[in-house]
């Protein structure tokens, strides 16, 4: 019942934006835009200047980006034998590296382990927003019906102001810059509201979608809720970190799609249906699956 109180917010925020699209209908390209380019440097902003650094950082950050890029060759070797395009393949990689470790992971290693867990949860929430605003950027420009390939994948990346508001985070905690409380107020105020924003700009893209190649979906959901925990797992028995944090990474594995990689895929166009389609079921069956996860982790 604690499980279910976490989830129905979410499928709330989603629902909300569902039926403002039914019944009003907004331009979800420039809200996305908005989220993308204003709210969300402010949120990794805050996360980077008020998050600690710890040695336990490093071996989560080689362990995150080192289930990402597995999690990527997982749906490559996919897309060759289906003989997926680019646009298509990076959609794949869009619905099935990405985990929901903000709004959702959070929330729930703090319910399975108290406040000794949350620590652990926040650096790993930090990491994969370094991830997404990186590697995720770059395959969602890189699958753009308008981009060029990797060049114009690696502009991309560059004109994100995701990744600027992380390093100016980062610098202004090592260098110990205050904020004022003014400042403070503010950047609170915006990134707040940005993950809610990101949410229901999902639901208003989930009004306006059908869901058409089951067989694509399927493949993303085994990624994203079978084979990321699986591969975590095996990753945790080569990192020298406590059997608690072990537990976290797995757990963290298992959650669903990141519902940023939503906004990365209706900015950048690249299979923005098919992406949204992945996050909502994948969130959804998320109800049957993080279960079995606790029983067989825990």
Known sequence: MEFLTILLPIFGIFALGFIGQKKIGFDTKTISTMALYLMSPVLV?????????????LYLTLYTFALCFA??????????????????????????SFMNNGNYG?????????VTGLDSAIILMVIQQLVMCTVGVYY????????????????????????????????FQFLHIPLSNSVKEAVDLVAGAA???????????????????????SWSLAIKL????????????????DEMVKQIMIIMAAMPTAANTTMYALQFNTEPEFVSSATLISTSLSLATLPIIFLIVL
């Open 45 to 57: 902003f805050k996360t980077f200047y008020t998050t600690k650094f710890t040695i336990d950082y």
């Open 71 to 96: 999690l990527i060759a997982v749906v490559y070797i996919i897309a060759y034998f289906q003989r997926y395009s680019t646009s298509e393949t990076c959609g794949m990689i869009l619905a099935s």
């Open 106 to 114: 959070t929330p729930v290693v703090l319910l399975l382990f108290g």
């Open 140 to 171: 969602a420009a890189k699958g753009s019906p308008n981009g060029n390939g990797i060049k114009s994948a690696i502009d991309a990346v560059r004109r994100i102001p995701i990744v600027y508001g992380g390093l100016l985070g980062a610098i």
């Open 195 to 217: 993950i809610p924003t990101i949410m229901i700009v999902l639901g208003m893209q989930l009004a306006k979608i059908s869901i058409r190649n089951l067989a694509k979906v």
């Open 226 to 241: 079978v084979i990321s925990p699986f591969i975590a797992y095996i990753l945790t028995l080569l990192l020298p970190v």
